[in-house]
């Protein structure tokens, strides 16, 4: 698609003051690690009081606890409550899935190459995998899944994809996509971190097996994050590690880890209720207009080239100049350069003929964020 300069966005209403980030940095990568509103860390400060006011109290009741919480979650998603699983991160969920999945020797498990590090690293630990590249600068989704589907060989028996790739921001395990793997008898294991919150329906696709993070796009503490799996598999999913609650099967037995800290699943409802008060397509429109104003500021920096995206995406991406950032060690000198100089966060991430850097929109963002970022970048691209 075309990029164009969009209208300067305004401020979103009370979005700055509804966290407690520091106003001298300019946070552009939201996508990474998210950030908690205030009123959801509180909620968060309150369950942990509990625990210490009455820890035999609270642990011997969490189980339930948690339970009423993934019910809340299971609303905003669409989901049935008894089909998800509360776990901490995506790289967990990519265990839990593939642990429960049948592989005979031989066997092969299909990844793209924008799949995010350790979920790939998880697929290679179970079988042979086999990569399909995806071109960056493919045109949509057609083209995405055609390369996708031409990846298929033989063995082929798992798919594992990005519901919205990390580093390109891109659409990779569409509705259409997973129909097609469906027919070809393949199992899609899918990677919905970026969904929750930024996808109006992010399971929409029916993937034999999806999981995404919370503390995203979601508004939860960090660390929560759930499982979504289709009826005919969750007989088959073990918790990596045994608990007391292993005899109630899936999702309670996946759920259980001792004496951990479960107090941002029990506050993670509160995140998604707090994007329903402010009007979740609302904010989805406004972030992602931010996303797009910060995109085509780049697109004016001499050397960079914007990616090819999808509207309604609160993130974009661009390629950097050849020889810059190639490597995960040139991306990550470049990216904390970035920081310490300028105070702005965001992600640069390594490919071979030139690197990318991905920019995200959220509430409390301000145009003149970007406006910066695009003045001050191309001083670190000359010799990067």
């Given at each position: 698609?075309?990029?164009?300069?969009?209208?300067?966005?305004?401020?979103?209403?009370?979005?700055?003051?509804?966290?407690?980030?520091?106003?001298?940095?300019?946070?552009?990568?939201?996508?990474?690690?998210?950030?908690?509103?205030?009123?959801?860390?509180?909620?968060?400060?309150a369950v942990r009081a509990e625990v210490h006011e009455d820890p035999d109290a609270f642990f011997v009741g969490v189980a339930e606890r948690i339970e009423a919480a993934r019910a809340r979650i299971a609303g905003h998603l669409g989901a049935a409550p008894e089909g998800i699983a509360f776990i901490s991160n995506a790289t967990e969920g990519a265990n839990l899935a593939l642990d429960a999945l049948p592989l005979a020797d031989g066997d092969e498990i299909l990844v793209t190459d924008h799949g995010y590090g350790t979920v790939v690293a998880a697929a290679a630990r179970r079988a042979?995998?086999?990569?399909?590249?995806?071109?960056?600068?493919?045109?949509?989704?057609?083209?995405?899944?055609?390369?996708?589907?031409?990846?298929?060989?033989?063995?082929?028996?798992?798919?594992?994809?990005?519901?919205?790739?990390?580093?390109?921001?891109?659409?990779?395990?569409?509705?259409?996509?997973?129909?097609?793997?469906?027919?070809?008898?393949?199992?899609?294991?899918?990677?919905?971190?970026?969904?929750?919150?930024?996808?109006?329906?992010?399971?929409?696709?029916?993937?034999?097996?999806?999981?995404?993070?919370?503390?995203?796009?979601?508004?939860?503490?960090?660390?929560?994050?759930?499982?979504?799996?289709?009826?005919?598999?969750?007989?088959?999913?073990?918790?990596?590690?045994?608990?007391?609650?292993?005899?109630?099967?899936?999702?309670?037995?996946?759920?259980?880890?001792?004496?951990?800290?479960?107090?941002?699943?029990?506050?993670?409802?509160?995140?998604?209720?707090?994007?329903?008060?402010?009007?979740?397509?609302?904010?989805?429109?406004?972030?992602?207009?931010?996303?797009?104003?910060?995109?085509?500021?780049?697109?004016?920096?001499?050397?960079?080239?914007?990616?090819?995206?999808?509207?309604?995406?609160?993130?974009?991406?661009?390629?950097?100049?050849?020889?810059?950032?190639?490597?995960?060690?040139?991306?990550?000198?470049?990216?904390?350069?970035?920081?310490?100089?300028?105070?702005?966060?965001?992600?640069?991430?390594?490919?071979?003929?030139?690197?990318?850097?991905?920019?995200?929109?959220?509430?409390?963002?301000?145009?003149?964020?970007?406006?910066?970022?695009?003045?001050?970048?191309?001083?670190?691209?000359?010799?990067?």
């Amino acid at each position: 698609m075309t990029q164009s300069m969009p209208i300067r966005p305004v401020e979103f209403p009370g979005g700055r003051a509804l966290f407690r980030l520091d106003p001298a940095v300019a946070h552009l990568n939201h996508g990474s690690f998210g950030a908690v509103p205030i009123p959801v860390q509180e909620v968060q400060a309150a369950v942990r009081a509990e625990v210490h006011e009455d820890p035999d109290a609270f642990f011997v009741g969490v189980a339930e606890r948690i339970e009423a919480a993934r019910a809340r979650i299971a609303g905003h998603l669409g989901a049935a409550p008894e089909g998800i699983a509360f776990i901490s991160n995506a790289t967990e969920g990519a265990n839990l899935a593939l642990d429960a999945l049948p592989l005979a020797d031989g066997d092969e498990i299909l990844v793209t190459d924008h799949g995010y590090g350790t979920v790939v690293a998880a697929a290679a630990r179970r079988a042979r995998i086999t990569t399909v590249s995806l071109d960056p600068n493919l045109p949509d989704e057609e083209a995405v899944r055609e390369a996708v589907l031409a990846g298929l060989t033989p063995r082929t028996r798992v798919a594992v994809l990005d519901h919205i790739s990390s580093p390109t921001a891109r659409p990779i395990a569409t509705p259409q996509l997973l129909a097609d793997l469906a027919e070809r008898g393949i199992t899609t294991v899918v990677d919905g971190a970026h969904a929750p919150g930024m996808v109006a329906d992010p399971l929409a696709g029916g993937a034999d097996f999806w999981f995404g993070n919370l503390h995203k796009w979601g508004y939860a503490p960090s660390g929560s994050a759930v499982l979504a799996v289709a009826p005919e598999h969750r007989g088959r999913v073990r918790a990596l590690v045994p608990s007391w609650e292993d005899a109630h099967g899936f999702p309670r037995s996946v759920e259980n880890r001792a004496t951990a800290d479960y107090t941002g699943w029990l506050a993670a409802p509160e995140g998604l209720d707090l994007l329903d008060r402010l009007d979740a397509a609302k904010v989805r429109a406004h972030n992602s207009t931010l996303a797009a104003y910060g995109a085509a500021l780049l697109a004016e920096v001499p050397g960079l080239t914007p990616l090819p995206y999808s509207e309604g995406l609160a993130m974009r991406a661009l390629r950097l100049p050849p020889g810059t950032a190639e490597t995960p060690g040139d991306a990550r000198v470049l990216r904390e350069r970035i920081a310490a100089q300028e105070g702005i966060r965001v992600l640069v991430w390594p490919w071979p003929g030139g690197g990318g850097i991905r920019v995200c929109g959220q509430i409390y963002n301000r145009p003149e964020e970007y406006e910066r970022l695009a003045a001050r970048l191309p001083a670190h691209l000359t010799g990067a």
